[in-house]
């Protein structure tokens, strides 16, 4: 595991189908050669993903970068054996130091497929039961999304994971760019390192991925929905941010909403003495339509990631399940902790709280 970076990656732990101990899941790091920006070479560590067993800490799959390893088709194939499995590929030569991202679609308990982000600007999707087969040495690495490369001087870079909506035609794919490590640059549209938020459709909704074209923003494959509705053409779309305005958190899904933070460095005065945190934002995304909306988070700097989820609260003697959402920002909320990255709030729902019970049967249990 010579290519582990610093570890910034939140590992996961998950059960696959083609693996029988349970699996702990991370990017493969943070190379400090992106201190510098533009880095003056490609990244030499923390270049892939990593999966091992939670039991044992065994080795059970990686991909990392090798140069050797091109693919005209933007998919890679592992090999291996049915317990250990590698999957090498040239493109992956930036570091990976956000957290992964796991998918079980069919809601059976066993992970899909996976995506993760780099520091390059990429997008990777990971199928986990490709037609082939589901052991580690049959799962299938994607180029799914390339949207600016540090080997041409943009380095849009993610440091989160994106955030999936699964939806009967496609997977949404949701996630922001922003150099975090350098807040006080102040990169702009005219250097072509204009930071964005992104929604990629992935179309190909089954467990194998094979054929998948890549998503390229240069090419043009995203409507622009900056100040504007996203009809719902192409393949997704992107909302261009302030000059120097950067994704600073993980983007949340729940109740209807996308919400996510970023910071806007602001130049400090004439004769200051003290110094600026910026201007931090809150922003609450209609993923569908693209409706943008923000809150001007009190204080400035960089607010940490939201959270949801319900608490049990007595209520005049009787326990209720309340939702609740902390650090986002939701411009219909009144109130000091609505312009608080630390406050919490109601989350506003906008989708039909009406639930159908699932069962389902676990072999040997």
């Not at 390893?69 to 250990?84: E, L």
């Not at 992956?92 to 600007?121: E, H, P, Q």
Request: aromatic fraction near 10%.
């Amino acid at each position: 595991m010579g290519e582990l970076g610093q570890t910034w990656s939140m590992p996961k732990v998950a059960k696959v189908a083609g693996y029988s101990n349970p699996v702990v899941i991370f990017g493969a790091g943070y190379d400090p050669n992106q201190d510098v920006d533009p880095p003056p070479v490609d990244d030499v560590m923390g270049r892939g993903i990593f999966v091992l067993d939670a039991i044992t800490g065994a080795l059970v799959w990686k991909a990392v970068f090798d140069a050797a390893a091109a693919s005209a088709t933007d998919t890679w194939i592992s090999s291996g054996s049915i317990t250990q499995g590698a999957c090498p590929s040239d493109r992956l030569k930036y570091s990976v130091a956000a957290d992964i991202t796991l998918v079980d679609r069919n809601r059976d308990g066993t992970i899909d497929r996976m995506y993760a982000a780099d520091v390059g600007g990429q997008v990777w999707r990971v199928d986990l039961q490709p037609i082939d087969g589901n052991t580690p040495d049959k799962w299938k690495l994607h180029l799914f999304a390339t949207l600016g490369e540090c080997s041409t001087g943009v380095c849009r870079k993610f440091f989160y994971p994106p955030e999936v909506i699964t939806t009967g035609t496609y997977d949404a794919v949701i996630l922001g760019s922003g150099d975090r490590e350098h807040p006080l640059f102040n990169n702009t549209a005219a250097t072509g390192k204009q930071n964005m938020a992104f929604l990629l459709k992935d179309e190909v909704t089954g467990n194998d991925a094979s054929g998948l074209t890549t998503i390229s923003l240069a090419a043009g494959d995203l409507f622009d929905a900056t100040g504007t509705l996203y009809d719902g053409s192409l393949r997704g779309y992107h909302i261009d941010l302030a000059d120097g305005e950067k994704v600073v958190n993980a983007p949340l899904v729940t109740a209807g909403f996308v919400f996510f933070g970023t910071n806007q460095p602001t130049a400090p005065t004439a004769n200051a003495c003290t110094a600026t945190l910026g201007t931090a934002r809150g922003y609450q995304l209609s993923p569908f339509t693209a409706s943008l909306r923000f809150v001007v988070f009190a204080g400035g700097g960089l607010p940490p990631s939201p959270v949801s989820g319900v608490v049990n609260i007595n209520i005049n003697g009787i326990p209720q399940l309340v939702p609740f959402l902390i650090g986002a920002g939701n411009p219909d909320c009144t109130g000091a902790d609505c312009v608080s990255a630390l406050g919490g709030q109601k989350p506003p729902i906008e989708v039909s709280t009406s639930r159908i019970r699932t069962y389902w049967y676990q072999q040997g249990k």
